[in-house]
């Protein structure tokens, strides 16, 4: 190891003591412990106050591997927050793309119930709808049956009658024809017995 390094070796184990109880730390946290220990925010703010130490130091003692020193560890924890920031910001990402699609499947769930409750609506009224015409087709049938079975009634009762009305001509035509047959049967009889007086009364007339 060069003279010139050594200033810069003695500040790093400094700091390597303050960092070893922090690191420490990380590691017994169990499930909260960090994914990359090197990422966690107290490791990096000893970093960075190493980094910023030897910038000042190398800068006041003209030491110029110090200062390099310090100034790269300053890059490199710069480099590891804006790597957990980046972390960071696409875990919000993928959190808000998570919870837009979750909204998105529920709106869809909702959507497809919806639509399924208007389906299912619909086909009630339908049912509905076609059971009422069915009743009424049935009712209207009904009642032209219960017409056509009147008006057939009608119909025979106007035949029974017609016909009954009919015999009871021919009755009467029947009745007049004998009526006129006895009323000449008893003309001619009266006729022939008036025939007969008159014989009588001429051969009467001749004995005298």
Request: charged share 35%.
């Amino acid at each position: 190891m060069q003279v010139q390094e050594l200033p810069t070796k003695i500040v790093s184990s400094a700091f390597e003591l303050v960092r070893l109880p922090v690191n420490v730390v990380g590691d017994h946290l169990g499930p909260l412990a960090p994914a990359d220990v090197d990422c966690w925010p107290p490791r990096l703010g000893i970093d960075a106050l190493e980094g910023t130490f030897k910038e000042t130091v190398g800068t006041l003692l003209r030491d110029d591997h110090m200062r390099e020193s310090g100034r790269a560890a300053r890059e490199t924890v710069a480099r590891r927050r804006a790597a957990r920031a980046a972390d960071a910001a696409a875990e919000e990402l993928e959190t808000q793309a998570d919870a837009e699609l979750e909204t998105r499947l529920e709106a869809t769930e909702s959507q497809r119930n919806a639509a399924e409750a208007r389906t299912a609506s619909r086909k009630r009224n339908i049912a509905q709808d076609g059971a009422t015409r069915t009743r009424a087709v049935r009712s209207r049938a009904q009642q032209r049956e219960q017409s056509v079975e009147r008006m057939s009634e009608k119909a025979e009762v106007a035949s029974e009658h017609e016909a009954r009305s009919r015999r009871l001509d021919a009755l009467d035509a029947e009745a007049g024809a004998l009526a006129a047959e006895q009323a000449a049967t008893a003309a001619e009889r009266v006729a022939d017995e008036a025939d007969a007086a008159i014989e009588a009364s001429r051969a009467q007339r001749k004995r005298s």
